[in-house]
């Protein structure tokens, strides 16, 4: 399949385990990327972040040190830390198609951002797990009746490009 | 792989742009981010070495517009070119959408772009991603150089597929905007047929 639909459903769900773990933690941000880069969802302030960089340099960070992880004869490193001066960035992989990356500061401590990104991850796993399976049932693959590619013109393109 | 949100009505694809080192990769990203409006795209974020060669990958990404009020992000990606960083380049191929070659024109690169085309080919394969169904486009950059193969020559070579070819030079925008055009085309006629 070359695409992934985040349903209305799934999609609330992902946002409210976001939301929990973020004031559950006291983090600035708390954000979900799919390996290839893709961000997919998140809570908290992102004025002035840019999320599709951010999403690629947390995936690209992801895949370097999975990288790492089979050159030392590790099957990966699931966890990594990123210690700052000001803030601080903890990634947990979620099954083996997501991450989630939880930036924040010294208003918390590692401890429990490590512990509630634990849990957190559980639960979006499962969430991921539904949503794949919704896909693959599904007939109308968006759920809402409506697909936006269905008359796709040479004319729509061509004004994209005006 | 494409990501469909209805509840947000967006839609976001992935583009990478491949081919040898040197070849104006970077250089197609940069005159995009220069000549699109700020609202229109993000940072274009670079991962460079001391010499300027791309290290790990750039990515710039571009709000094309809205098709039945859906808007169309793509996110653009380049590779290391360099041989040596094959994993790199194989690592940020995951989940892309369309592919656009850069080939350097130059007869002394010629065969840096078979290999790169073939580099290309093998990396998808071990994705189990399908090139001949992958959406594609052969961009003949550094048209302006005196050492430029023919045109004519160069696609007997490279073309693999019979995809579009479009004619640039870059660092002066000349075929930038019609190579991402005929991508972008490509990448929503592909997904159009992937929703049936």
Known sequence: ?162 | MAMINPRQKELIAKIVYYGPGLGGKTTNLKYIFDHTSPSSRGELVTLNTQGDRTLFFDVLPLNLGTIKGYKIRFQLYTVPGQVFYSESRKIILRGVDGIVFVADSQRERMDANIESIEDLQENLRQYNYSFATMPYVLQLNKRDLPTAVPADEMKKALVIKGEPVVEAIAIRGVGVMETLKEIAKQVLIHLKKEFR
């Not at chain 1, 976001?18 to 908290?44: C, D, H, W, Y």
């Not at chain 1, 947990?92 to 991850?121: P, Y």
């Open chain 1, 1 to 162: 399949m070359s695409f992934l639909v985040l349903y209305s459903e799934e999609y609330e769900e992902i946002k409210n385990i976001l939301m929990n773990l973020k004031q559950e933690t006291n983090s600035r941000i708390a954000l979900i990327v799919e390996k290839n880069g893709q961000p997919i969802a998140f809570a908290g302030e992102m004025d002035g972040v840019d999320t599709t960089s951010l999403g690629s340099l947390v995936a690209g960070n992801v895949a370097a040190t999975e990288g790492l992880a089979r050159m030392l004869g590790e099957k990966s490193f699931p966890l990594m830390f990123n210690e700052g001066s000001r803030e601080n960035l903890h990634i947990t992989m979620i099954g083996d198609r997501f991450i989630l990356a939880v930036l924040f500061d010294k208003k918390t401590s590692l401890g429990l951002v490590r512990l509630r990104a634990k849990n957190a991850a559980l639960k979006l796993e499962r969430v991921f797990s539904k949503l794949e399976e919704k896909m693959k049932k599904e007939k109308d693959k968006l759920g809402t009746g409506e697909n936006p590619l269905e008359d796709l013109s040479e004319e729509d393109i061509d004004k994209l490009f005006k």
